[in-house]
């Protein structure tokens, strides 16, 4: 498994922007997946965004064309936001698994997850 950490969190108001980092250490071999959950307060954790080994991403359609998600070469995880809106507002956590299950980390049993930075968008 590997262990990740999350940072760039932080309050914004609507219209900015926020960059969140996922920092991976461990046995990266494991972390063919990874991906972005957004959960908001009650809520269950809802994946956002995902990168695979091949490059391809994929977005829910509440963050399409405003957020990017992007890995550089040691595996660190983006999470670039734009155009932030109140309900962007949330916990966000990195996850990694061996493999996507519906375009997702996270969802095998044997996935890894941070413990998540908090993003508070206001109107």
């Known amino acids: 498994q590997v262990q990740l950490q999350e940072s760039g969190g932080g309050s914004v108001q609507a219209g900015g922007s926020l960059r969140l980092s996922c920092a991976v250490s461990?046995?990266?071999?494991?972390?063919?997946?990874m991906g972005w959950y957004r959960q908001h307060l009650g809520e269950e954790r809802e994946g956002i965004a995902a990168?695979?080994?091949?490059?391809?991403t994929r977005y829910a359609d509440s963050v399409q064309g405003r957020f990017t998600i992007a890995q550089d070469n040691t595996k660190t995880l983006y999470l670039q936001m734009n155009s932030l809106k109140p309900e962007d507002t949330g916990m966000y956590y990195c996850?990694?698994?061996?493999?996507?299950?519906?375009?997702?980390?996270?969802?095998?049993?044997?996935?890894?997850w941070g413990q998540g930075t908090q993003v508070t968008v206001s109107s």
């Open positions: 996850a990694a698994d061996m493999y996507c299950t519906d375009g997702y980390p996270g969802r095998s049993g044997f996935g890894s």
């Open positions: 461990g046995d990266t071999d494991t972390s063919d997946c």
């Open positions: 990168i695979d080994r091949d490059g391809t």
